[in-house]
């Protein structure tokens, strides 16, 4: 395994994405064009490669002085529990250059994301399509 790491969204399969992504699995299919918006829209975003093989991405927007929020990270699951998430959320992080980050995450992935130094927060609310499906699923209250 050579996990390579880059930023460059030039020769990115957004439809290839659309599968990590769901694989990963962070929730339904999505459209390859909009991803692709979503994430060249993104301050910071990277890619994760084993050879030619792309198998994780993360992302994250930020005003560049103050607040950043990560979202995305996702590990095709024969990828997953070999460092490859952790790689991604550092590089998204020390990339991040602000005070405070917050991140969008699944519930139950707390504990991964506690060993980078986050933590849950009391205060943030949310407004989400499909609420009940979101309650269901643990997004929100």
Known sequence: MD???TSDTENI????????????????KRDPEKLEIAF???MIKVFAFDGEKLVGTGRALSDGVW???IYDVA???EYQNKGIGGKIVEYL????GVD?????ANPGKEPFYKKFG??????????????DECIEKGFIE
């Open 118 to 131: 986050f933590r849950k927060m009391k205060t943030a609310m949310a407004i989400m399509a499909n609420t």
């Open 67 to 69: 607040r950043t929020a």
């Open 3 to 5: 996990i390579r790491l």
């Open 93 to 96: 992080v020390q990339n991040s």
């Open 75 to 77: 590990i095709l699951p």
């Open 13 to 28: 399969s957004w439809v290839e994405l659309a599968r990590v992504l769901e694989l990963a699995p962070l929730g339904k």
């Open 40 to 42: 060249k829209n993104s």
């Open 100 to 104: 405070v980050i917050m991140l969008y």
